[in-house]
């Protein structure tokens, strides 16, 4: 009965996996690679210019049955933000943030970016203000505007063991197809 189970698990989980991705609106592509039993996903962002090609490489944790990182492009900009995971005081309104300041003891924020930053990119707060406004009728924020677009991967392992790529903007939602590469 354990062989079983372990072929079974085995079979619905399948590692090093490479995908890719064009994020056409911003002329940035997205190459990222499963590692150690794809706990950690290797990303590589291109950007292609007239003759030169810009990258930048990081370590993601990969979480599962959630959104695993949100990229944060704002147009006109070349740096790449990275949104942090919510705080505990970011699942409220602005107006009720001051009556909900201490987290429970198990509310843990984990940033989901391993070691050190490239220079091209920086982390921003889930609610900061530059880029995020709280929607009342979501009860979330979302992007400020139309001109600042958040990049999701989604990993979903609940029936397969896939990856999902969104673009959000204020008004709108669109999936990037993410192609398997060959390592």
Same mark, same amino acid.
């Given at each position: ?9 085995? &079979? ?5 996996? !490479? ?74 309104? *602005? ?8 987290? *429970? *003891? ?16 920086? !982390?921003? &707060?889930? &609610? ?7 929607? $009342? ?5 979302? *992007? ?14 609940? $029936? ?8 959000? !903007? ?14």
């Amino acid at each position: 009965m354990i062989y079983i189970a372990i072929f079974l698990y085995s &079979s619905f989980h399948s590692y090093d996996r !490479t995908f890719k991705a064009n994020i056409d609106r911003f002329g940035w592509q997205m190459k990222f690679t499963e590692q150690e039993a794809d706990s950690l996903l290797n990303f590589t962002l291109y950007q292609k210019r007239e003759k030169t090609c810009d990258s930048i490489s990081l370590l993601i944790r990969n979480r599962y049955m959630e959104d695993v990182v949100s990229f944060l492009f704002v147009e006109g900009n070349d740096t790449i933000y990275i949104r942090k995971e919510q705080e505990f005081r970011e699942l409220f309104s *602005p107006e009720e943030q001051n009556q909900h300041l201490v987290a *429970p *003891p198990d509310f843990v924020v984990i940033n989901p970016v391993v070691g050190k930053l490239p220079s091209k990119c920086k !982390t921003v &707060s889930y &609610s900061d203000q530059r880029f995020f406004v709280y929607d $009342r009728k979501k009860c979330t924020y979302i *992007p400020k505007n139309n001109n600042i677009h958040v990049v999701t991967l989604t990993h979903l392992t609940e $029936r397969t063991n896939s990856y999902y790529l969104f673009d959000l !903007t204020k008004n709108d939602t669109w999936e990037i197809k993410l192609d398997i590469a060959k390592n």
